[in-house]
């Protein structure tokens, strides 16, 4: 049994600051990519980040420069770094990773989500 437990979200003034984290647990032998998404009402779920188990990143063009994608191996987890946040920025965002289980199953699981509000 593996979870993606997701924290950190909140609400902010636009401009300022805010950190998610998301920690896996569970039977896990190694994590692959991780990445977040985020999904506004009335929108579909949208690509955010990923990094991948070297380090490796990407980032959508509408938060590049601004967020910041890590990750802890030792901690199975998984970080956001959200700057400058700007309204349109407000949804619920979700971590999502490819994790290969003690048993050799390999599937990707989804967290719970944090809302992330920014007010003008």
């Known amino acids: 049994q593996v979870q993606l437990v997701e924290s950190g979200g909140g609400l902010v003034q636009a401009g300022g600051s805010l950190r998610l984290s998301c920690a896996a647990s569970?039977?896990?032998?190694?994590?692959?990519?991780m990445d977040w998404y985020r999904q506004a009402p009335g929108k579909q779920r949208e690509f955010v980040a990923t990094?991948?188990?070297?380090?490796?990143?990407n980032y959508a063009n509408s938060v590049k420069g601004r967020f910041t994608i890590s990750r802890d191996n030792a901690k199975n987890t998984v970080y956001l770094q959200m700057d400058s946040l700007k309204p349109e920025d407000t949804a619920v965002y979700y971590c999502?990773?490819?994790?290969?289980?003690?048993?050799?199953?390999?599937?990707?699981?989804w967290g719970q989500g944090t809302q992330v509000t920014v007010s003008s």
């Open positions: 990094i991948t188990n070297g380090g490796s990143t």
């Open positions: 569970g039977s896990i032998f190694r994590i692959n990519d």
């Open positions: 999502n990773a490819a994790i290969i289980q003690a048993s050799g199953l390999m599937r990707t699981y």
